[in-house]
């Protein structure tokens, strides 16, 4: 399978904000982006709304979004599950795929699930194997793969010890999350080529530009084979539950970037802005953290 970008703006882009969006308006920031060529976007969160009030209402924004595009071909929309109950609340909603999340350490497990390392594992394995039975696409996201922003340091051991538990199950899917933007070309070599080593799950990298290394993060995962890589319209995004954790790569700035290093992910960065530039107005921000928007395509 070649390259392809997941659109994360709807879900990582948009649930730090402090302008909450209704789900409405996030519905149609995901009709923009399909009209602008995404096919797989990470679509809703389903956690609790007192946790992250501004992913309120996964199911009406599953309700309204499209299915397919007008030149018809299929949408897939993915699902954040970060437990159980969220994974049956997705399901009723007919998510194409489910995002399940592992952390690496146990501080930030605590504060992002509640749980312990140990104890969120093991209801993964659980849902793994819920979802797949329904027959959906299934993804597990080891989060603070690159670094926690409470303890610092994650070792290489710390992330295989999240792959050896989920692998068994036979996942289709294991991304790997620089969660705070703190990780370097290296450092992506080396957790990719570890993972590979014990699993034949596609390879998906999430990376933030916090630190100004996450489009050659995103360039390294694709040079070592990585299918896909997430991105966020207009650069927004960041964890409620993490500390600094600002700025998902942009959408457009990546596909720049992949297209002049001669990758093709079959979308244009004119096309991209327009998404961007919406959703920037309906944020209330001055300007996208995305240069593209700014500087604009090369050549003109």
């Known amino acids: 399978m070649s390259t392809h970008i997941v659109e994360v703006g709807p879900?990582?882009?948009?649930?730090?904000?402090?302008?909450?969006?209704?789900?409405?308006?996030?519905?149609?920031?995901?009709?923009?982006?399909?009209?602008?060529?995404a096919r797989r976007i990470e679509t809703a969160s389903f956690v609790h709304p007192k946790r992250v009030p501004q992913m309120a209402g996964a199911e009406e924004v599953m309700a309204e979004v499209p299915r397919t595009a007008a030149d018809g071909s299929a949408v897939s929309h993915i699902g954040l599950v970060l437990n159980e109950r969220g994974l049956e609340r997705a399901l009723a909603a007919e998510c194409d795929e489910v995002n399940l999340v592992a952390i690496t350490t146990e501080t930030f497990s605590q504060r992002n699930q509640g749980a312990s390392v140990t104890d969120v594992l093991d209801a993964t394995t659980r849902m793994l194997k819920t979802a797949k039975a329904e027959g959906v696409f299934t993804s597990v996201t080891i989060s603070a793969a690159f670094g926690c922003p409470f303890e610092g340091e994650v070792s290489t051991e710390q992330v295989m010890r999240v792959v050896r538990a989920v692998a068994p199950e036979e996942p289709d899917e294991i991304a790997l999350a620089d969660t705070i933007g703190v990780g370097v070309p290296v450092d992506v070599s080396r957790l990719v080529r570890a993972v590979r080593n014990e699993t034949d799950a596609q390879l998906r990298a999430h990376f933030h530009n916090t630190r100004n290394t996450g489009y050659a993060n995103a360039l390294m995962a694709a040079a070592e084979g990585v299918v896909a890589l997430d991105a966020s319209s207009g650069g927004f995004g960041g964890c409620p539950f993490a500390p600094a954790a600002t700025g998902n790569i942009a959408t457009e700035d990546l596909v720049y970037a992949l297209h002049r290093s001669g990758i093709d992910v079959g979308l244009t960065v004119e096309d991209l802005v327009g998404p961007a530039d919406w959703i920037t107005q309906k944020l209330g921000a001055e300007e996208a953290p995305a240069l593209l928007g700014r500087a604009g395509n090369f050549p003109g």
């Open 11 to 37: 879900r990582d882009g948009l649930q730090n904000e402090a302008t909450v969006l209704s789900p409405g308006e996030r519905a149609e920031f995901v009709r923009r982006l399909v009209q602008a060529g």
